[in-house]
């Protein structure tokens, strides 16, 4: 759903639900922690608050939010926080940086949870619980818009007719789910433009995987049914369906049409294959969510379990940040309320613990989802059983990142013991071009921290001034660029780390080349503290898998050749030769598609083929005149007059 830039709904029902009401002042003074401004400006806020629903932000002197909270009554809420002597070292380290607030009213206390969660995501403040997982979940997707649904994964929001089965937990677990699927029901997966140039069976029905509706080999009633029967099996009813199945296998049997019930028979095999590959078994639990959580020396793992009609469609591991001072209630309810606020709830939420706001959970997930939800802790049977197996799940996955954890740690104090650098880099900012012989020129700067890869913050810069086989020039525009940004955002140079605006480590594909240009870029904006090296093939590179790392003074460092070290940074290498090279590629393709229409403001795809439809090229579209620019289908006067005048600025 979009949002305001108030956070608020933007449906006509918006502005009855939601009411902003931006504080208009600032508590004037340093950016640096002071208790006593943070309450003056807390208790400046209070100054204008009712005892009415709401969420509050808490801004910093820069403006960042530093936490999002949801209250019951707002007042009440918010005056606690002024009464220092209560509050948690974490509490008022919070509030010794706010220097104002932000205040969005609402009807319930329940629209004020599903809006907090909203703006935790999209804010991501430092003192809320976080759930970092930047992956959309993939659903199942039966299209109903066609007289023969096609069946396809799907991500993202839900704009398209037909019907959604999901979440799964991964992209692999919907594409065995759909391969299943496409045994068993013979539904048909090719897009519709595919599907309408078709005169003869593509590859699919060969292999029995699609009923060939392309081509009349099955009609739109006995689609239909198979249709249905893949909405029972996904909708719970798989018992159902296996038993229609055999029971039209053995009348295929009986009519001795054996080749009928050969196909029957693989595909109530494909139906078995399905249930038996299922490593967790959900029989009886119906439509549930299932979520444990474990604990260890400070960190949290929350386990999740995928079950729909007593079907496992997959698991997932998540590992809330900053709960530093946090009950693992509170934690929990704050993973749900961020978890569900993408995703459709389901109809059973399972937990391994009692939530003292429940209830407030409940009524919020019931108004997002449109349905009856409860959460419950299961104490018998089989939801018992799979809470159990959940729990144990949690427990190794934490084990097993907190393993993890202890190696990428390991590896920091490594690289910081390498590069002679004070500690080691939260954000590490890597770059790279690719270019042929200078034409379709693409920058790339990928981003990674202590839990990994940050792909959120990968970006791409199409080169502008270096027109030729230049890398030290496009590498300087890259520089540019970015520094120049990161000044304009933060030229106090006051937020590093994995979120931060400037980078702890700067590494840079290249040799001593490159790692000039770089430094001396940096250095004519004024910019000397930023970390650098460079990682170039050496010359055993093919033989031995030696680098060679540059440093600015011009100092050459090598690493033995099994060194968990070399690895890591060998890897951030591949990664943004990966991203560059994508990159290139995807511009290359566009500029083989790319017409010289394209170039005409106004002129959209669908004028773009009138235009070529009606004279042939692009070219004699140039040398048509006026008079036969109007004459063609699907173009006005006034926009003949546009191409005109476009290829005629002199008249």
Not at 406 to 427: D, K, M, S, V
Not at 459 to 478: C, H, L, P, W, Y
Request: charged share 25%; net charge positive.
């Amino acid at each position: 759903m979009s949002r305001t830039e108030a956070g608020s709904p933007s449906d006509p029902r918006g502005a009855e639900r939601f009411n902003e009401e931006r504080a208009t002042f600032v508590v004037k003074g340093s950016s640096q922690p002071d208790l006593a401004a943070g309450v003056a400006a807390i208790r400046d806020t209070v100054k204008t608050l009712k005892p009415v629903p709401g969420v509050y932000r808490m801004l910093d002197a820069r403006g960042d939010v530093l936490y999002v909270g949801k209250a019951r009554a707002l007042k009440n809420r918010v005056t606690n926080y002024t009464q220092v002597q209560n509050l948690t070292n974490r509490l008022q380290r919070m509030v010794s940086q706010t220097r104002r607030m932000e205040i969005v009213t609402t009807n319930s206390e329940a629209e004020a949870l599903l809006l907090e969660a909203q703006l935790i995501k999209r804010y991501r403040p430092a003192y809320n619980v976080l759930l970092r997982d930047d992956k959309s979940f993939p659903f199942i997707l039966l299209r109903a818009d066609h007289d023969f649904p096609r069946i396809m994964k799907h991500r993202g929001a839900r704009r398209a007719k037909g019907n959604y089965y999901g979440p799964f937990a991964s992209a692999g677990s919907v594409n065995t789910t759909i391969n299943a699927l496409q045994k068993l029901f013979l539904l048909r997966s090719c897009t519709d433009g595919f599907f309408s140039r078709r005169d003869r069976p593509c590859l699919l029905y060969q292999i029995k995987r699609c009923s060939a509706p392309c081509v009349g080999r099955i009609d739109e009633a006995g689609y239909a049914e198979l249709v249905q029967q893949a909405k029972d099996f996904l909708g719970g009813k798989s018992g159902a369906v296996q038993a229609q199945i055999e029971a039209q296998m053995e009348q295929a049997a009986a009519a001795l049409d054996f080749e009928r019930a050969a196909m029957l028979r693989d595909r109530l095999r494909a139906a078995t294959a399905i249930q038996g590959s299922q490593a967790i078994n959900a029989a009886g639990v119906g439509d549930a969510d299932v979520f444990a959580m474990a604990s260890k020396g400070g960190h949290i793992g929350v386990q999740a379990f995928f079950v729909r009609g007593g079907q496992n469609w997959g698991h997932r591991a998540f590992f809330p940040s900053h709960t530093d001072g946090l009950s693992e209630e509170e934690v929990m309810s704050s993973f749900l309320a961020q978890f569900y606020e993408e995703v459709p709830p389901a109809k059973h939420i399972l937990v391994d613990r009692d939530l003292p706001d429940r209830a407030l959970l409940q009524e919020a997930f019931c108004e997002a989802a449109g349905h009856r939800v409860e959460i419950s802790v299961p104490q018998r049977g089989d939801r018992r059983r799979l809470m159990e197996q959940a729990s144990r799940n949690a427990v190794e996955a934490l084990d097993r990142r907190l393993a993890e954890s202890g190696t990428r740690a390991q590896i920091g104090r490594q690289l910081a013991e390498f590069l002679e650098l004070p500690e080691p880099p939260q954000r590490i900012e890597v770059y790279d071009n690719s270019h042929i012989q200078g034409a379709k020129a693409v920058g790339a700067m990928i981003v990674a921290g202590p839990e990994g890869f940050v792909k959120g913050q990968y970006r791409k810069f199409n080169i502008r001034s270096a027109q030729t086989n230049d890398d030290f020039g496009m590498m300087r525009e890259v520089m540019q660029r970015r520094f120049a940004r990161a000044l304009e955002d933060d030229p106090d140079h006051t937020t590093s780390g994995e979120d931060g605006t400037w980078p702890d480590l700067v590494l840079i594909d290249g040799g001593k080349g490159q790692m000039s240009t770089v430094r001396d870029t940096l250095e004519e904006m004024g910019i000397e503290d930023v970390p650098l090296i460079a990682i170039a093939k050496g010359p055993h590179h093919g033989r031995e898998g030696r680098e060679v790392f540059h440093f600015p003074d011009g100092r050459e460092k090598t690493l033995p050749v099994n060194s968990p070290l070399l690895f890591y940074l060998q890897t951030l290498r591949d990664e943004v030769h990966r991203y560059v090279i994508g990159a290139h590629r995807a511009k290359r393709s566009r500029a083989i598609t790319a017409s010289p229409l394209d170039e005409i403001p106004g002129i959209g795809p669908n004028r773009k083929r009138a235009l070529l439809l009606h004279f042939g090229t692009a070219g004699k579209v140039r040398a048509a005149a006026l008079e036969d620019l109007k004459r063609t289908p699907g173009i006005s006067a006034g926009v003949a007059q546009k191409i005109w005048d476009f290829y005629h600025p002199g008249g």
